[in-house]
């Protein structure tokens, strides 16, 4: 099955940008991609997806802010975040699936270990 490795995670103060990276251990093109976050005390939620076709899908919160997006070739995909809030502070995890997108975590086959992202006030 694959492997999916997030990075790019860390500290920002409020406003700021980070870029996070899932790498994939085989070719993304077989798959729709997702990224979730959970915050403490939070269930995991869903934030963004990138079907194979190239639609996406946003949760309200991040629409305009957040933008995924994937590179096939490299076996990436992207989750490229702007004028971060401090609510947006949680462990950010890459999910895959070879079904078709949907904002729900039971949609998704595929997981990595999640990156930290916190935001400051």
């Known amino acids: 099955q694959v492997q999916l490795v997030e990075s790019g995670g860390g500290l920002v103060q409020a406003g700021g940008s980070l870029r996070l990276s899932c790498a994939a251990s085989?070719?993304?093109?077989?798959?729709?991609m997702a990224w979730f976050r959970q915050a403490p005390g939070k269930e995991r939620e869903f934030v963004a997806a990138?079907?194979?076709?190239?639609?996406?899908l946003y949760v309200d919160a991040v629409k305009g802010r957040f933008t995924i997006s994937r590179d096939n070739a490299k076996n990436t995909v992207y989750l490229q975040m702007n004028s971060l809030k401090p609510e947006d502070t949680a462990v950010y995890y890459c999910?895959?699936?070879?079904?078709?997108?949907?904002?729900?975590?039971?949609?998704?086959?595929?997981w990595g270990q999640g990156t930290q992202v916190t935001v400051s006030s």
């Open positions: 085989e070719r993304t093109f077989r798959y729709a």
């Open positions: 999910a895959a699936t070879l079904k078709g997108i949907r904002p729900y975590a039971s949609q998704y086959d595929y």
């Open positions: 990138s079907s194979i076709g190239g639609t996406t």
